[in-house]
């Protein structure tokens, strides 16, 4: 009988050595970072004794009497400063924060528990890291989609208009919007929008706090769905602001790029339309770039981009959580969220390849 050799195509051995680079590349990502925080003074050890000494014993010591017990998955260093304690006390708190054990022993434990998904809890909140992140997901996802959808929806038609109609009026006043637009901090402009619409000074248009209304639970489900997006308005719109300028500009130099190549002018000599010659061939070999941008944009939304908005917008996110553990030492949830943000975005760089070949068929690879 003969044996059939079953070879993968090149897309599918390219995306399952993407997969298999996930591995190296997370774990190196977390190695430097429990190495940082190895050097980082201030962590929750020395927290608590610092309230110890100074004479705040009675919060310091119900959160020691109170602690979860959790293991700790980074920190460390050798504390100091510890002539006013005993060293039994010393030794407790330690191990209550998972301190006493060696930092490669720590590291070890935590990735295993990583690797099954278990993120321990928050040092300060009672609560898993899984649960703060599901409880704070809403607001980041809400905050990150909206944005990244509205940027998009304006942005590669505008930069198409602005590649098509280069150097007219249109170009240039359009050009100095998108400039000033790029300018304006995204915080300075929610300032601005609360001030303008939300009741600061003028009008009270836009509600200011919160996701939904406090009596959204009780509208029905058309008016709910109205009340959530009345309420995504004005931090979505600070939040485009500045993804908006650049994205323009992307879309409008990478159609310019395209449009002065060899084969536009063969498809115009061709007797072919301006929008077929657009549509049909400039615009799946421009859109490569455009698409290349987007696991960046949307994980900058979803994770980083939002704090100042959700600070200023009462808006209580995964930006404002990992900027609290990251204040706070609150090394469980600052690994963990680390952990989660980072797997995601490299899931989303080999969903933006996929996409590519979505874009453009001829990509080889063999060669990629």
Do not use: C
């Amino acid at each position: 009988m003969q044996i059939r050799d079953y070879e993968l195509s090149p897309m599918k051995a390219y995306i399952i050595k993407r997969l298999l680079l996930i591995i190296p590349t997370l774990l190196g990502i977390m190695v430097l970072n429990f190495a940082i925080v190895q050097v980082a003074p201030g962590g929750p050890v020395e927290q608590l004794m610092m309230q110890l000494e100074s004479g705040h014993g009675a919060s310091a010591t119900a959160r020691f009497a109170g602690g979860s017990g959790e293991i700790a998955h980074a920190g460390g260093g050798d504390y100091r400063g510890r002539q006013g304690l005993e060293p039994e006390l010393i030794e407790q708190i330690k191990k209550q924060y998972g301190f006493d054990k060696p930092p490669l022993e720590r590291f070890t434990e935590m990735i295993g528990k990583y690797a099954r998904f278990d993120f321990g809890s928050s040092f300060y909140q009672d609560k898993s890291v899984i649960d703060l992140v599901i409880e704070k997901m809403p607001v980041s996802i809400s905050l990150g989609i909206w944005s990244t959808l509205l940027i998009y929806l304006i942005s590669i038609p505008l930069g198409i208009r602005k590649a098509m109609k280069d150097g007219s009026y249109f170009d240039v006043w359009s050009s100095f919007v998108i400039v000033i637009g790029y300018a304006i901090p995204s915080f300075l402009f929610a300032i601005f929008l609360v001030i303008l619409f939300a009741g600061g000074t003028y009008w009270d248009i836009f509600p200011l706090r919160g996701l939904v209304s406090d009596n959204w639970h009780e509208l029905p489900p058309t008016e709910q769905i109205k009340d959530y997006l009345w309420h995504m308005v004005l931090p979505v719109t600070a939040m485009s602001i500045g993804g908006f300028a650049a994205l323009t500009m992307l879309t409008k130099n990478s159609f310019l790029d395209e449009i002065n190549k060899q084969y536009v002018l063969t498809a115009r000599s061709k007797g072919l339309s301006e929008r077929k010659v657009l549509y049909r061939h400039v615009f799946r070999n421009a859109m490569l770039i455009v698409i290349a941008g987007f696991p960046v944009m949307l994980l900058g939304m979803l994770f980083t981009g939002s704090l100042l908005i959700e600070v200023i917008f009462s808006l209580d996110g995964l930006g404002l959580l990992s900027y609290e553990a990251v204040v706070n030492r609150d090394y469980p949830v600052f690994f963990g969220t680390l952990y989660i943000f980072t797997l995601f975005g490299l899931i989303l760089t080999i969903i933006r390849d996929i996409a590519y070949i979505m874009v453009d068929p001829r990509i080889d690879f063999d060669k990629r």
